[in-house]
């Protein structure tokens, strides 16, 4: 069972104020994610959580996280600027893109954040462009193959554009060294959305062995692993969550494993988590608008995949509760629409639901991360209102709805929107 972190009768009293769609996000939900990553990881003195920017872009969600000891992760130039608004700066930020623009890479040493070069030819790009190496810096890695959980393959590296290989990144410490740099870190992401409790701890069996190697070949130690993103989410109803305390002290066993007795009890342990962080603690509020009746039963809904792309994009299961109707049967088979000239616009497509009535309330659930983040405007929609459910109850608009204006906005340029 999902269970919204509103009620029906809460929602009709914020459709007043901010009408439908808009995303929706619980201040509480996240504070205690935040909080349990730092409780899974207390045992390594250097854990912080950078939160993956991209998966939900707001500066009051990232206030939230500063407050809960959270770095961000950047990957382009406006994430940065977004990061420094906030008030977040030099160590606090990770700067982990690839295709990068100068002028990113000008933006992420300007504001001291920690770099991470996803390219052994970036190296140069950086030093070019930058006109040193910093002292801190760090590299993503791409073991290439298969990544396995026991005999389960849970990626393929060797088919992602992302990280050096080995042979690589162990030259890319040398010559980092050479130039000067003092503190360095590895980097990988190599599964999505997994929530297998073995995945942090399978990631970092290849990372701590690697920075075992670098020692070796490279004389450089390790002083930052930064696991990534990653661990998922259940957006099934009758999943299994990951456990991140479970996860912790999986890792915190590899840990002692494998970089204690190589003299690395020292490294401190990074995450970029998005998606575990957010995903649960959003939803997409919209209302039923329309029902039609020909080879299929649909609903059609004021938001649409502009809103929340991931059913058309993945064709991602995103649960739905029918507001009031909690208990009602689910004896309804219906296809639940947005309005775009698309017929991938579906956010469910033969979901047994509760009979849904024009004017009801649907929560989408698992809407916080990668959600708002990946909207757009195609077929002229215009974004979502953007609304922080607080922990004393209130309700705090921290993004408006885009306006026909906002739309037109870039269009100055031309003799009809002067
Ligand atoms: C997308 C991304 C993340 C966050 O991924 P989630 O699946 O949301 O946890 C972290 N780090 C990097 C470099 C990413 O690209």
């Known amino acids: 069972m999902k269970t919204p972190f509103v009620t029906k009768s809460q929602l009709e009293k914020i459709i007043e104020t901010y009408p439908t769609p808009f995303h929706i996000y619980d201040e509480k939900g996240i504070r205690e994610r935040a909080r349990a990553l730092n409780a899974a990881f207390a045992w390594n003195k250097g854990f912080k959580e950078y939160f993956a920017v991209k998966a939900t872009p707001n500066p009051v969600l990232l206030d939230i996280l500063k407050q809960e000891n959270c770095g961000t992760d950047c990957s382009s130039l406006t994430e940065l600027i977004m990061s420094e608004k906030v008030g977040f700066k030099g160590d606090d930020i990770m700067f982990s893109s690839n295709a990068t623009p100068a002028e990113d890479f000008k933006k992420a040493a ?6 991470n070069l996803d390219d052994f030819t970036h ?55 050479a130039k000067g740099a003092k503190r360095f870190g590895i980097h990988a992401f190599l599964s ?13 069996g290849v990372l701590f062995k690697l920075a075992v190697e670098i020692q070796k070949k490279a004389g450089v130690d390790i002083s930052f692993i930064n696991l990534s993103g990653g661990v998922g989410v259940p957006y099934l109803p009758d999943a299994e969550p990951a456990d991140i305390a479970v996860i912790g002290e999986g890792v915190r066993k590899v840990y002692e494993e494998i970089l204690v007795p190589a003299g690395l009890g020292n490294v ?5 988590l998005g998606r575990y962080m957010l995903a649960p603690n959003g939803m997409l509020i919209t209302k039923a608008i329309h029902e039609k009746h020909i080879y299929k039963e649909y609903i059609g809904c004021d938001a649409c995949a502009a809103n929340l792309m991931r059913p058309a994009m993945y064709g991602s299961y ?16 219906y296809d639940v629409t947005g309005g775009l000239c698309e017929n991938n616009d579906k956010f469910a497509i033969d979901r047994m639901l509760p009979k849904i009535d024009i004017g009801d309330i649907l929560a989408i659930h698992d809407a916080g991360a990668h959600g708002f983040a990946m909207g757009y405007n195609y077929n002229g929609k215009l974004r979502s209102a953007e609304l922080l459910y607080k922990e004393d109850g209130s309700v705090e608009l921290i993004r408006r709805a885009e306006t026909p204006d906002d739309y037109f906005a870039t269009l100055g340029v031309t003799k009809f929107f002067k």
């Open 110 to 115: 300007e504001l001291g954040a920690i770099i």
């Open 123 to 177: 190296i140069d790009f950086l030093e070019k462009t930058i006109g040193y190496i910093p002292e801190t810096i760090c590299c993503r890695f791409n073991p290439g193959g298969d990544f396995r959980i026991s005999t389960q393959i849970m990626g393929s590296p060797s088919e992602a554009k992302y990280g050096m290989t080995e042979e690589q990144i162990i030259e890319a410490y040398k010559i980092l060294k």
């Open 192 to 204: 999505s959305n997994n929530t297998n409790n073995e995945y942090y701890p399978t990631l970092a």
């Open 268 to 272: 401190s342990l990074f995450t970029e």
């Open 318 to 333: 995103h649960h739905i509760t029918v507001m009031g109707k909690e208990n009602a049967p689910c004896d309804h088979k």
